[in-house]
Each structure stands twice: as C-alpha cells, then as structure tokens.
C-alpha cells in the first residue's frame, strides 16, 4: 500500500509540482491512458506527469486532428538510470498500414550516458527514416523545449528552438499532406530496442519511472475548425529553413548525429531512399 504515496511523492519531487485549483487545464484537450497526473510547478505553470510501472505505461492524445501545424512542449524526462525507457511526443494519423506518423523520441540510457533523441517521419506506412541525436544537456536536470513544425514544404525539429533537423518535401516522395494527424506523448517499455539496442532493459528496481510536461502549444489546422490561413497569414505556414536553420542543422549533423538513416547501407540493400541523394 506504500506505493501509491511514494508514487505521489517522487512526482512531486522531479517535476516540483504543487497542488493548486484552476478550471481549466491544457490537458482537458486531451484523452489519457494509464496513470497521468495534473499539478502545477512552483510558478503556477501547469504540469502534466507521466507515470510508467511494470504493470502499464501511460500517456495522452489530443481530441483534436491536425492537417499541418506548429507543437511544442516543454518536457523533463527521467534521471539516472533510464534505460529501456521510451519518452516521446509525436503526430499520429493512427496505427493501420497506410499511416502517416511524425516523431521525436527520447530513448532510455544507463546513467552517465547520453540521451539520444529519435526524429522520424511516416508518409503513407512508409518510414525508416530515422535521424538520431545524443542532447548536448542533461534533459532530465530541467525542463527543455521540443518542436514539430510541420506544412507542406517541409517538416522542421528543433530542441530549445535549435533546428536539428529539416525533412524536406519532393512531388515524386512519399510525404504526409493527406491525412488528419492528432497530438501523442507516451511513457513505455521499449526495452527491446530503446538502450543499446535492446542489450539493456528497464531496471524495474527504480520504478515509479516519471516524465513531465508543460507549456503544451499547438497552432494548427484543426480538422472541424477554421481553415488553414492563406499564405502569409501564419508563420510556420510558410516556415522553410533560413541561413540560421541550414547552420544549427549541420552544427547538430557534426556534433550529435549518431545515426542517419541515409548512411544505413544495410538496412537498405537495393538502395537508400530517393531524398537522401537530394538533401
């Protein structure tokens, strides 16, 4: 019976939360699976809390579906020894065959390791196309921001409002345009692929395992609502990569990049994907 309070406790502790009472929370937009929790940080900011458990992991998803738009989130993941532990925050147009799916995971690591960041895009069931990232911080010391700039020129991630990664469109290419796309963020058990590949599971010992969210935006186009703006009425509408962008890029390519699957010879024997000879 100790590990409901000690639960509670270890929330409060990570995310430096607060109770507090307000009629309207960020998270209402969304429907929850597993144990979620909603409190507030010492400044009143609202904080969602993930909590995974041997016996489920947890997670939201928005009620509301997108055709393009601007994401973010702010996010403080698990510290110490995380390994086999997947975070994530990503766009999802479903789970059949066919889908479209944009994501940025955040994949487990024993403690002193760096935390890889996972980016990929699915157009049409169509994926593998990974870039992975080591953070050049410490994710689970602070609150850090997170970004999916997605229209139908191109697809941007950024990390504390750094570009990291441009995924750009081509008429001939599979690209996700058709399909309405709602807002996801999970805490699961991926130890059969997250750390080193599988060779490290989750550490149940340490469970509760804990990540937190807040300062949650979308502008979007929200499938129901208002139509898309015309050119020129939003900026991420027309948001392609700048001088800046195209330079944090190939910082991040040089410095962090730990996988790219356009170097995966392997994986693809009959020959990479026909973006990786134009980018």
Known sequence: MARPTSTLVLVAVLCLVVRSASAEFWLDEFTTDGDVRKDYDRSGRQVASLVLLQRSGAGFNSTRRYLFGEFSVEMKLIPGNSAGTVTSFYLTSGEGDEHDEIDMEFMGNSSGS???????????????????????????????????????????????????????????????????????????????????????????????????????????????????????????????????????????????????????GWRFPQGFPGECARN
């Not at 994926?127 to 997170?146: I, R, V």
């Not at 999916?148 to 469109?169: G, H, L, S």
């Not at 949650?216 to 948001?239: L, Q």
Request: contains cysteine; proline residues 6%; glycine residues 6%.
């Open 114 to 264: 760096p935390t890889v960041l996972n980016t990929n895009v699915w157009a049409s069931g169509d994926g593998k196309k990974e870039h992975q990232f080591y953070l050049w911080f410490d994710p689970a010391a602070d609150f850090h921001k997170y970004k999916i700039i997605w229209n139908d020129k191109n697809i941007i991630f950024q990390v504390d409002d750094v570009t990291v990664r441009v995924f750009k469109r081509y008429a001939d290419l599979p690209y996700p345009d058709a399909k309405p796309m709602a807002v996801h963020a999970t805490l699961w058990d991926g130890s059969y692929w997250a750390t080193e590949k599988g060779k490290v599971p989750i550490n149940w010992s340490r469970a509760p395992f804990v990540v937190c969210y807040r300062a949650y935006t979308a502008n979007g186009c929200a499938v129901g609502g208002s139509s898309c703006p015309a050119a020129g009425g939003n900026e991420w509408m027309d948001r392609q990569p700048d001088d800046t962008d195209r330079l944090t890029v190939a910082w991040a390519h040089r410095n962090c990049l730990q996988y790219n699957y356009c170097d995966d």
